[in-house]
């Protein structure tokens, strides 16, 4: 015999939480607060700078390995271009600060035409490939002397602004980079891609035939990561002064990235952000031991890798069910009154 | 004609390439997996054998012999201990381990053997220079075609194993179907570890040659490492070892004409074969592209 | 003797309960049929007793030793093989390559290339043809052979007659008599009851991961045995 159901009311479907409310709010406040940091001194600026880089390029790395399922080792590629693509700008009488956005938007445009050829593949064939690109590009900048060649370059332009300002609009500029690229990733989770996105990594066939388009979210994604890749590039250069090819297309910036994504958290949100202030703290503190850095950089990976592949704040959220992001659905269903029960 | 001499200069030095093509292709036919630090290993192959001449004054390819069950044994741990585990995680995971241990290699060899260029050409002695002139504009380096013959040895002594005798049997059937492998007796991890020891012993070979041809640093590894997976792309991921055998032939050919062309491009051409033969709807000389991990 | 127990068996697919409590014993020389609808759990029984699926609760003991925790491979050795649902040969391995991959994982004994393609005659002018050029039926005798190779004292046969035409599954079974006249013990799952009941001693049958009827071929009848299978007997019981 079944008991009748009692009217229910119907669910409610939302995606804010407290927590995530109040995260939010939090995290908009601290963007507020650091953009006051050029109220410190220089050195501290300098640092800042190079933090929100990191944070950038961590990111951006997440957006297409623990989002896209995509893992590229070739993101270099980007940064190199947007670097070298600034050069280039600002040899042709662009303001320098110009140039890095238009040398931004010029690494998403030239990731279009990448996207077609490399989102063929997956797993190891894209990552392999992504990494040739990279090589290749780093070879193609060395041939043209009107940008430094094999020796480097460096953007002497910026000389016209006095070293305190200049750092400070480098700053400005790199922390809008930064918000701009984290809001266009949030933006871009929450709209109907965010959950074809997880729907692709979990299986792509069964994705496909539910009508999720599969390529053209892994290329919005690609598209994104690279561009946000050449403004790392690009305010790299602008935070360093000097970069030749082989160091600004080098793959031990992939091996930043990961270490960052990895120990923070691969396919969170929060977690690169994490992972590139951990990074910040051990290249201040290891820095300078050379070979043994980048040996525990890569063990940490491997460790993380195999015992801990959520990373800190992966596990966080396992462990905990924190949700800090307002990323996610929650269903809230309404109180159901007791059924009355029949005799049987 | 020095056209032709390119041409058999990149012949041979496609030999090298397959050498350390093969493993790479060896593991990922079995093990769907890219062992990204695979030219490093080729590159701890060569240092050891280095570290051996050091102390005992006779030729790399004796010293290799010496160093042979070493790589055997290093394979063997790497896939029990690290491998192994990444593999039941996804795909991701095994990419993910291979890169940072590639990165542990290159900056332990550096700390221990230091960043500058070494060479085993001065240990090899006559072998590493000689080569027979056949006409005014063709010579064949000795080390090339030794490198050469090496690589056909030790392709078709694998392509034996893998057709003939039950281990091989049992490698094919795991690739195939590991599970139902299991299901049948095979002991599928070690299987896989046999593989691995078999893939860097290879490797090692190939670093080598390639120590003797020119010289290396600690950092040589990812450079083996593009030019192994450029030939086993060239030649069709996934398909027969001997299509790996082209695909070395044809990048050494590719980067050997692109070097006539302009000295600084060989790299950077055989970058561009391996970008068209991605690009290409064929996807590999001998055989269809399978656009799977 | 026993050769077989399973006690309060639990196997799951993640956090899906596949098979709750399910304790079964065999005996030696015994054919057990399994029956049960599709999603009964009844590949994953087999597939655990193989050693294929990690038990998350309950023991599986083979000839008085507990193989809970033993890998496939190693009960290969014991004395325990499986015919995969699907058949699952290897696809570009001749049908002799198969035959001859699992007899050097499993015991030595009567069963060799020979004397598998002389029970399964139809093989004989097919021993170099690689094994997905196949069709069912001759895929299925390859596969029952590369079984036998390794010499099992259990036979475990996971829907023999899955996607064959009539006649293809009428010399499957008719070939299980000469097995069983081998001394072997099988345990078999058959979507076909009229099949299961007549190749097997006993039948067995599984609703939704349990147990739910056990019983001698000759005391069972084939109305209780559908009730069983359809969960028809659980009406008459407690509301839901």
Redesign the interface.
């Known amino acids: ?3 009748p159901r009692s009217a229910a009311e119907p669910s409610a479907i939302s995606r804010w939480t407290r927590t995530s409310a109040g995260f939010t709010t939090g995290f908009a406040g601290l963007i507020v607060a650091l953009a006051f940091v050029p109220a410190l001194n220089a050195g501290v600026v300098q640092d800042m700078t190079g933090l929100l880089i990191l944070v950038l390029m961590a990111v951006m790395w997440n957006a297409l ?1 623990g989002y896209g ?1 995509l ?1 590229s ?1 070739g993101q270099q590629a980007y940064i190199g271009l947007g670097a070298y693509a600034t050069v280039w700008l600002c040899n042709h009488a662009v303001n320098p600060f110009l140039a890095m956005v238009i040398a931004t938007a010029f690494c998403g445009a030239a990731s279009i035409p990448l996207s077609f ?1 490399l989102l ?10 992504t ?3 990279a ?2 590009l780093a ?2 900048v060395s ?1 043209d002397n009107a940008l430094g060649a094999g020796t480097g370059t460096s953007l002497f332009q910026l000389d016209r602004y006095a070293p305190g300002p200049r750092e400070h609009y480098i700053y400005w500029l790199t922390l809008a980079m930064a918000v701009l690229f984290l809001g266009a990733l949030f933006v871009l989770l929450r709209s109907r891609l965010g959950s074809s996105l997880q729907a692709i990594r979990d299986d792509e066939d069964a994705a496909a035939s539910v009508g999720v388009r599969v390529v053209a979210g892994k290329r919005t994604l690609f598209v994104l990561a690279a561009t946000g890749a050449g403004a790392a590039g690009a305010m790299t250069l602008a935070n360093t002064l000097f970069i030749e090819p082989t160091s600004i297309f080098s ?1 031990n910036y ?2 930043l990235m ?1 270490f960052m994504v ?1 120990v923070g958290g ?1 396919g969170t949100f929060e977690g690169p952000i994490i992972g590139a202030i951990i990074l910040y703290f051990v290249q201040h503190q290891f820095g300078n031991d050379g ?2 850095y ?2 525990g ?6 460790l993380f ?2 015992l801990l ?1 959520r990373g800190v704040w992966g596990t966080l959220e396992e462990r905990t069910g924190l949700r800090c992001m307002p990323l996610g659905y929650q269903v809230r269903r309404a109180a159901v009154a007791p059924p009355a029960r029949e005799p ?1 | 004609m020095t056209w032709v001499n390119d041409v058999v200069q990149g012949i041979m030095l496609g030999g090298f390439y397959a050498l350390l093509a093969c493993g790479l292709a060896l593991m ?1 036919g079995l093990m ?3 062992n ?1 630090a695979h030219g490093d290993l080729a590159v701890l192959g060569a240092y050891l054998v280095y570290l051996l001449l050091e102390h005992w004054n006779t030729s790399p390819f004796l010293g290799f012999v010496a160093v042979l069950p070493v790589m055997l044994l290093i394979g063997y741990v790497l896939q029990r201990v ?1 491998l192994e ?2 593999l039941r ?1 996804g ?3 095994p ?3 291979t ?6 290699i ?3 060899l ?2 221990g053997f230091s960043p500058d260029d070494r060479s085993l050409g001065a240990s090899a002695g006559n072998i590493a220079t000689a080569s027979w002139q056949i006409t005014s504009q063709l010579s064949i380096p000795a080390i090339g075609a030794l490198a050469l013959g090496v690589a056909i040895v030790i392709f078709g002594g694998l392509q034996l194993f893998l057709s003939k005798t039950g281990p091989g049997r049992q490698m094919r059937a795991t690739a195939q179907d590991p599970d139902t492998a299991e299901l049948v007796g095979i002991n599928s991890r070690a299987v896989y570890a046999r593989a691995t020891a078999i893939a860097v012993a290879i490797a090692a070979v190939g670093g080598v040659f390639l120590a003797i041809r020119s010289s290396f640093t600690p950092y040589s590894g ?1 450079t083996y ?2 030019f192994a ?2 030939a086993v ?1 060239i030649g069709g ?1 996934g398909s027969s070892l001997w299509a790996t055998l082209a695909g070395g032939i044809v990048l050494g050919v590719a980067q050997t004409i692109g070097g006539q062309i302009n000295p ?1 491009y060989p ?2 051409a055989g ?2 074969v ?2 068209a033969v ?2 290409s709807p064929r996807g590999g000389l001998l055989n269809l ?1 399978r ?3 | 003797m026993t050769l077989l127990a399973i006690d309060h068996l639990q196997l799951r697919h993640g956090l899906l309960e596949a098979v709750r409590d399910f304790s079964l014993s065999v005996g030696e020389g015994e054919t057990v049929a399994l029956v049960g609808a599709n999603g009964a759990g009844k590949t994953t029984l087999l597939r655990a007793i193989a050693g294929a699926h990690r038990a998350s609760a309950g023991t599986i003991s083979f000839d008085g030793d507990d193989i809970t925790r033993v890998p496939a491979h190693r009960r290969v050795r014991m004395g325990i093989a499986l015919v995969p649902e699907g058949r699952r040969l290897f696809p570009s391995l001749t049908v002799e390559e198969n035959l001859l991959v699992a007899a050097d994982g499993g015991r030595g004994g009567r069963w060799t290339v020979d004397s598998v393609i002389a029970a399964f005659p139809l093989l004989a002018r097919l021993r170099d043809q690689r094994a997905a050029t196949l069709s069912g039926g001759e895929q299925q005798a390859t596969a029952i052979g590369r079984a036998l190779m390794t010499n099992p004292r259990l036979l475990l046969l996971d829907e023999v007659s899955l996607g064959l035409a009539p006649l293809a599954v009428d010399a499957v079974y008719e070939s299980l008599p000469v097995l069983i006249a081998g001394g072997a013990t099988i345990l078999l799952v058959e979507q076909d009851l009229t099949r299961a009941m007549k190749a097997a001693d006993r039948i067995v049958c599984l609703l939704e991961g349990q147990l739910v009827l056990e019983g001698a071929r000759d005391q069972l009848t084939r109305e209780q045995i559908t009730d069983a299978y359809f969960g028809l007997h659980r009406t008459r019981g407690v ?2």
Do not use: C, Y
Request: no cysteine.
């Open positions: 015999m079944k008991t390995a399922g893992i080792i050829l063929r593949f997956r797993g190891a064939q894209f990552a392999i490939g990494w040739v690109v090589e290749a070879i193609w041939f793959v992939t091996a990961i990895l691969l070979v043994w980048f040996v950089l890569g063990g940490a990976a491997i890798a195999l592949p049987d | 990922f769907r997996i890219i990204l690290l585990r990444s995680s795909l991701l995971v990419l993910l381990t890169f940072g241990l590639s990165i542990v290159q900056n332990l550096d700390q990812p490492l593009i997976f450029e792309v991921l600084e790299i950077l970058h561009i391996f970008l991605l690009a592209r656009a799977t991990a | 509301s839901a």
